[in-house]
């Protein structure tokens, strides 16, 4: 007989309404004041671990919670501040906190980057001059307060050392070992005043095990693990991983632990139980339910599936838990009151997943009989779910077998294209361009809600669209841009606007998930076959064409940027989804075309953050993500132009998928990493054409001329004259007019220069 316990990894943090989020804002306007703060969030916090108990949650986290990100919550733990903000010792207070998340007049934040493959961003620690210390023992204090307030003997969840190392940035390679050694002792230290108060299942997460790391790390890893088991042996360590299976699982399942939590929904962690066996001493912690999903599981399968894992585990004790903290999905479908009731039967978020767990523990522990109740609900859900329209769409189906190669390719090579794009656009020397979306006003923003209300008609909305972007218009002329974007004023979101066209897709009205700080995204949900429903972009370019001589380049999401940002239904796999979707994305390309758009730009700025964790998986991730962009791209004939734009500037190791796509012209962000993205252009040969951002959106200085053409000039020394473009960084919807023009104005005069120059 197995025990089987039910457990959670992390809860969302931003409340059912939100009012974390506005907690959190208001504070920072300075319209609540700390304690306020400290109130509102602490009774969100209990709430939170009261709701999970309630839901007859048995291992309940504790400390997983945050004030902004649990990466920078455990460098303020540690001591590790960086040196440009103020710090006393003791403990960090929150003026400190929030100065290195998000900067002050006088010192810069500290960079911000994606959380493995994942849309949430974490602050990346600065390990320069770092003197590590303990400045509190967080975990213990969660711990303490759900035992003492709600009687919840809870899991206290920690960032593992390996883990936070490897986040960290500040250090050589060769140091890391010194540096490592530097942590532990205040690990050891935080363990045994958790042992001491009486804490038994503790979670220290590592998801870096799902990466590719050395033979030498992993052999210190298994040290520093030793070393908590000897110091604090009664607590019982879940060492947890999620987003991928163990990559060294037959060295890292060893190690000194109580429990391994594993990933079962992403990665292979069922055949490597399978073929290597699971320790007899060792509880499992198995992630079974997806927590990087919002579809309801399939509950029957689920069962099978843990029996089969069960078979592996011979220490009388497993755990059933979600696949990744739910941290990454909304928290209640509860909220929905608009979706179309059959979609919605099919949609199970934090707190429905939850329940999952709880039943599927109870179906495993106590046998498939007592669980029969849900299990019939379940699929009749299921059944619903199924019956709604566009869950299968044959035609689509069909459309994507017929697809060969020849619609993946465009029909000449870039060699050629490029002459007849020459001729067509007559565009001169360092071509000037801007990313697409222009100021995203407060009466832009106030005007859509407006409509959406039903205060304003279409009409009313149309015109209001159409009056923004035929002031733009003008204003890009006045301003000297050779290429023309018409703003993009009719989106709130580069994906879900076109959730909202295409077939398939639905979109909530409350399925919010943290993204970074207080900021929060509503990834659309893609729960049937996509298709085609109707011209997305057509109307607003062929618009803004008419409006000028110049080109106006057409506006378009990409299929892996689209899919990246959605919750996406797994019944087909992921990457048919995505062509699915370029198929969908093609019609609109050669509808652009016929209506005379001559520049199409195809946007991917999550191509990279999509990477799989382990890097065996890169080559068909990448291909089948080449393979998507093309099959949306290639339809155009030679003397169209198409381009991309991706926000970040890493390539060295996907230097050859991004000159696969096979797109005219690139434009990248680079105003964080001048120096390296030079260095790849240099030292590989890049036929395409390419603009690399010469300044810097995201903030709102204005930069001046001279500036702008060091940029520019520095660029130079890597790529060829021929094969430049001039454009910002990124997207300009986040800045004003005033930021947007200036900038504007200064980065033509730098170019009038370097042309005359060249
Ligand atoms: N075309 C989009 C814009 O300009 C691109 C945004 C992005 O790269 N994230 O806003
Ligand atoms: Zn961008």
Redesign the pocket.
């Known amino acids: 007989m197995t025990n089987v316990i039910s457990s959670n990894l992390g809860y969302p943090r931003i409340g059912e309404n939100r009012e974390w989020k506005r907690a959190l804002e208001s504070f920072w306007k300075q319209e609540m004041t700390e304690q306020e703060l400290l109130e509102k969030t602490g009774e969100l916090r209990l709430n939170n671990l009261q709701k999970q108990k309630e839901l007859g949650l048995e291992l309940i986290p504790v400390g997983d919670v945050s004030l902004y990100d649990h990466v920078l919550d455990t460098s303020v733990m540690f001591g590790v501040i960086p040196e440009r903000f103020p710090y006393n010792g003791g403990k960090v207070n929150l003026d400190t906190y929030f100065a290195i998340a998000r900067g002050t007049k006088d010192a810069v934040a500290s960079e911000m980057t994606k959380w493995f493959n994942t849309n949430y961003h974490y602050i990346v620690p600065e390990l320069e001059n770092a003197k590590p210390e303990i400045t509190e023992n967080r975990p213990l204090a969660f711990y303490k307060e759900a035992k003492e307030k709600l009687g919840i003997d809870g899991k206290p969840v920690i960032l593992g050392p390996i883990t936070f190392l490897k986040l960290s940035k500040g250090y050589e390679e060769k140091d890391f070992s010194k540096l490592l050694q530097a942590f532990v002792p205040l690990y050891i230290q935080i363990l045994k005043e958790l042992e001491a108060a009486g804490a038994t299942w503790i979670q220290i997460d590592e998801p870096i095990f799902g990466t590719n790391l050395s033979e030498e790390v992993i052999a210190e890893a298994r040290q520093v693990y030793e070393r908590f088991n000897k110091e604090a042996p009664k607590l019982k360590l879940i060492l947890q991983t999620y987003f991928e299976h163990i990559v060294h699982y037959k060295s890292i399942v060893d190690f000194p632990v109580a429990a391994i939590g594993m990933d079962f929904v992403h990665g292979d962690s069922l055949e490597l139980i399978k073929a290597h066996g699971f320790p007899e001493d060792k509880v499992l912690a198995a992630g079974i339910v997806n927590g990087r999903n919002v579809w309801v599981s399939k509950l029957e399968e689920k069962l099978t599936q843990l029996e089969a894992i069960r078979e592996y585990v011979k220490s009388g004790t497993l755990i059933v838990q979600p696949s990744a903290s739910l941290l990454h999905v909304p928290v209640t479908v509860k909220s929905e009151k608009n979706l179309d009731p059959a979609i919605k039967n099919g949609l199970a978020f934090a707190d429905e997943k939850i329940i999952e767990i709880v039943t599927l523990a109870k179906g495993l522990e106590e046998g498939k009989q007592c669980i029969s109740r849900e299990l019939k609900e379940n699929r009749q859900q299921l059944e619903q779910f199924n019956r709604s329209t566009d869950r299968i769409n044959e035609q689509v189906r069909k459309e994507l077998e017929q697809v060969d190669t020849t619609d993946t390719k465009r029909s000449q090579p870039f060699a050629e294209r490029i002459q007849k794009q020459q001729d067509q656009l007559k565009l001169p020397f360092f071509p000037t361009t ?4 222009l100021p995203q006003t407060k009466e832009v923003r106030q005007t859509r809600t407006q409509w959406r209300k039903g205060e304003i008609t279409q009409a009313q909305y149309d015109q209001f669209i159409k009056d923004n972007i035929k002031m733009w218009i003008a204003i890009q002329e006045d301003i000297g841009l050779d290429v023309l974007v018409h703003g ?1 004023f009719e989106r709130t979101d ?1 994906v879900e606007y076109f959730g909202e066209k295409l077939n398939g897709f639905d979109v909530t009205t409350s399925g919010w998930v943290q993204s970074y700080g207080s900021r929060c995204v509503k990834p659309p949900l893609v729960f049937g076959d996509v298709s085609f429903r109707q011209p997305m972009t057509v109307k607003e370019s062929v618009y803004a064409q008419s409006l000028t001589d110049k080109p106006v380049k057409g ?1 378009l ?1 990409g299929p892996v940027t689209i899919l990246n940002w959605s919750f996406v239904h797994d019944d087909v796999p992921r990457y048919t989804v995505q062509n699915q979707i370029a198929l969908a994305l093609r019609k609109e390309v050669e509808l652009l075309e016929q209506n005379g758009i001559q520049v199409i ?1 195809v ?1 991917e ?1 999550a191509l990279r953050e999509g990477l799989p964790l382990d890097k065996e998986k890169w080559q068909s991730y990448l291909e089948a993500a080449v393979y998507a962009f093309r099959l949306a791209t290639s339809i155009v004939q030679d003397q169209t132009q198409i381009h991309t ?3 970040y500037s890493e390539f060295n190791d996907i230097f050859d998928a991004i000159d696969a796509l096979d797109a005219d012209v690139i434009s990248i962000e680079t105003s964080r990493s001048h120096g390296e993205i030079i260095s790849i252009f240099e030292e590989n040969t890049y036929e395409k054409e390419i603009g690399l951002g010469v300044y810097d959106i995201h903030s709102p200085r204005i930069p001046s001329k001279d500036e702008i053409k060091q940029n520019i000039t520095n660029q130079l020394k890597a790529i060829s004259p021929t094969k430049f473009w001039i454009n910002p960084d ?4 986040t800045r004003n007019e005033t930021e947007t023009i200036g900038a504007l104005k200064a980065m033509i005069e730098a170019v009038k220069e370097i042309r005359k120059e060249e």
């Open positions: 801007t990313i697409g979306s993009e580069m506006m999401t730009q946007d700025p734009h991706m926000c990124c997207g300009l919807k």
